[in-house]
Antibody, heavy 117, light 111 residues
Framework: QVQLQESGPGLVKPSETLSLICSVS????????WSWIRQPPGKGLEWIGY???????NYNPSLKSRVTILVDTSKNQFSLKLTSVTAADTAVYYC???????????WGQGIPVTVSS | QSVLTQPPSASGTPGQRVTISCSGS????????VNWYQQFPGTAPKLLIY???QRPSGVPDRFSGSKSGTSASLAISGLQSEDEADYYC????????????FGTGTRVTVL
């Protein structure tokens, strides 16, 4: 069965760029939409954006100016870059597989990222 | 930033039926399907209901979903202690530019 695993730094300084990778195992990255979703401490879920296996993307309008999501089919991975981070970007970041306009399943276990100097 | 509204909490005794509402608008629930996620503290969300009322393999049939107009509901029949968790609805929103939106989340407590 497909499994997702997030990786990257757990601490990022304000104004710098947050970079994460999601590695997909147990299945191909083809034919699905691959999303990043985050959850600030004690708060709800926020969709960041997705990348299709062919490279097409769609981002949350509230984050669009700072977000880039890329796919690397040769490595069965996709990535997230969020620029100019502030304390408000502190959250657990999840990656997830999905269908267009539809569900997210499965999810990675999540990676906590703190923005602090 | 959530545009889908859920009650912050719901509770019931074991065996009772609990219902969670999810209120949206014509650009999200009114036009697109609703999915529900279950999240236990410290763990990733798990898909519970998709396409308004479909259960993924392995999800107990005591969980059911429905949608009417711009609102959706999740029902838990025969509430069990292991159902104590946070529940989120989600849908695609056509405005602006198309993006996913989540509900505010509901904490279910088993008394």
């Amino acid at each position: 069965q497909v499994q997702l695993q997030e990786s990257g730094p757990g601490l990022v300084k304000p104004s710098e760029t947050l970079s994460l990778i999601c590695s997909v195992s147990g299945g191909s990255i083809s034919s699905f939409y691959w999303s990043w979703i985050r959850q600030p401490p004690g708060k709800g879920l926020e969709w960041i954006g997705y990348v299709y296996y062919s490279g097409g993307t769609n981002y949350n309008p509230s984050l669009k100016s700072r977000v880039t999501i890329l796919v690397d089919t040769s490595k069965n991975q996709f990535s997230l870059k969020l620029t100019s981070v502030t304390a408000a970007d502190t959250a657990v970041y999840y990656c997830a597989r999905g269908r267009q306009y539809s569900w997210f399943d499965p999810w990675g276990q999540g990676i906590p990222v703190t923005v602090s100097s | 930033q959530s545009v889908l509204t859920q009650p912050p909490s719901a509770s019931g005794t074991p065996g009772q039926r609990v219902t969670i509402s999810c209120s949206g608008s014509s650009s999200n629930i009114g036009t697109n399907t609703v999915n529900w996620y279950q999240q236990f503290p410290g763990t990733a969300p798990k898909l519970l209901i998709y396409s308004n009322n479909q259960r993924p393999s392995g999800v107990p049939d005591r969980f059911s979903g429905s949608k009417s107009g711009t609102s959706a509901s999740l029902a838990i029949s025969g509430l069990q202690s292991e159902d104590e968790a946070d529940y989120y609805c989600a849908a695609w929103d056509d405005n602006p530019s198309g993006h996913f939106v989540f509900g505010t989340g509901t904490r279910v407590t088993v008394l």
